[in-house]
Each structure stands twice: as structure tokens, then as C-alpha cells.
């Protein structure tokens, strides 16, 4: 394996829990994080530029696609030519991937948790959970793939917002990121890089890829009840029952 492309997870970190980030600063920011992910590569672009509008339907097109989706498609990340089922994102859903975008350009650190001191892959996908869809997830990449609630998913049913998980270090799920659509990722990859998206079906990735997790961001009732289920679940971890 080379150097260049080993990414890993890390045990968690022991500061106080992430700062919630208004959806207003959030939804304000999404513009701003898409238009930084032009041109993509293992180098993240961090400078500024200037928000960017959304493109309008034609005239009697059929329903407009969401904005993860428009977004995707103006920026090149995504057909224009993607039957409109595949490109409609849930509101609940775009919102997360819409989140997971503001923190492009943010640097790797490891144990990170916060866009201040950087995130880690695991800390990345914690912190947009809890502050998109208030689902706060375990701290490790093993441990979001095996927790109870999070419905396994097969590699051709991936849509916008589930987990995927990646074998970077010898360990079946050693990394983590969000996957965006088209076959595309969101992650925190490594020391001396930034949040950035890449493609899952390069081969580095895709001879890694080791399956895929389903919050229920879609029905409020089964959300709820999942983050009771987490919040049980993680107080017995710190207290480290079995």
C-alpha cells in the first residue's frame, strides 16, 4: 500500500463534545464549501470564493432536482443526464450532505472533532451527524459500522448521506466518510490533507470499500428512537460495559 494514500481512525478524543452549528450558518455556508470543490485532487484547495447560485429548471422541465444534486451536476460531480429518481435527494438527507460540504478545506487532525482544531475521518462524520440530523455517533469508524440502528447497505443502493467505510489500515473498517452521490465521497483522509471529495470507484478506493450504513434521517419516529438507542448505547460504553 502506498504511503501517500493510508488514511486512519483514532481513539477518541477526550475534550469537551463539538459546538452545534446554527442550520442558518450551515445553509449559509454550503454555497461557499461546493464552490471550493472544483477540480477536486489529493490536494484540497482551501482559498475563498464567492457563493454561488443555484441553477434554475427550464421552462417545463419536470420538478426540480434538490440542491446537493444541482450543485453536483453544475460543479461536473455528478450527469446532468441521471434519471431525476436517482438525483432526488430528501430534504433530511440533503440537509446532512449539505452540512458534510461547509468543512471542505478543513485539515485532517488526528482525534479532531471540530472545525477549529480539524477532524479525523470518524470525528468528521460524528460532527455532521450531530449537528444535521442531532444523530450523535460513536467516536470510532469500527464502532459507527457495527452500531445497532444503522441499516447495512449494498454498494448499489448507496444514496446521498450514508456512511461508507473503507479497509486503510488492515481493519475491515478502518476509515470513514459520506457518500454525495455518483459514486463520489466526502471524508477526512489523512495528516497533511483537508476534507475533500473523491471518487469510490478509483482503485485505491474501490478494492477497499468494505460496505455501507443507513441512518433513518427520512422518518422522524425512527430517528428519535435511534438516538435513544445511541444515547443508551454510548453511556455504556463510557462506563465500559461489555
Known sequence: MSRSHRTSDHSPETGPGCPRLPVVALVRGWAVGLAIC?????????????PQTLPLPAAGSAAPIDPV?????????????????????????????????????????RGGTST????????????????????????????????????S?????????????????????????IY??????????????????EDMREAYWSKRYTGARRAPVED???????RKTLSGYLNSEERGAP
Not at 472544483?38 to 464567492?50: C, E, I, R, Y
Not at 471524508?187 to 475533500?196: D, I, L, N, Q
Open 116 to 151: 477549529e482544531d480539524g477532524f479525523d475521518c470518524s470525528g468528521f462524520t460524528r460532527h455532521v451527524f450531530e449537528n444535521s440530523v442531532g444523530l450523535l455517533l460513536p467516536r470510532r469508524a469500527d464502532e459507527q459500522a457495527r452500531l445497532p440502528g444503522l441499516a
Open 69 to 109: 444534486a444541482a450543485l453536483l451536476v453544475e460543479k461536473g460531480l455528478l450527469p446532468a443526464t441521471t434519471p431525476q429518481a436517482v438525483r432526488k435527494v430528501s430534504d433530511a438527507a440533503s440537509e446532512l450532505v449539505l452540512s458534510a460540504m461547509n468543512f471542505l478545506g478543513v485539515r485532517y487532525r
Open 220 to 226: 422522524g419516529g425512527a430517528l428519535a428512537g435511534l
Open 180 to 197: 454525495v452521490g455518483d459514486g463520489k465521497f466526502i471524508h477526512a483522509p489523512k495528516p497533511g490533507a483537508s476534507v475533500r471529495i
Open 38 to 50: 472544483v477540480g477536486v485532487s489529493a490536494q484540497a484547495q482551501t482559498t475563498d470564493t464567492p
Open 153 to 177: 447497505v449494498g454498494r448499489e443502493e448507496l444514496r446521498p448521506g450514508d456512511l461508507v467505510f473503507f479497509n486503510t489500515m488492515r481493519r475491515t473498517f478502518s476509515h470513514v466518510g
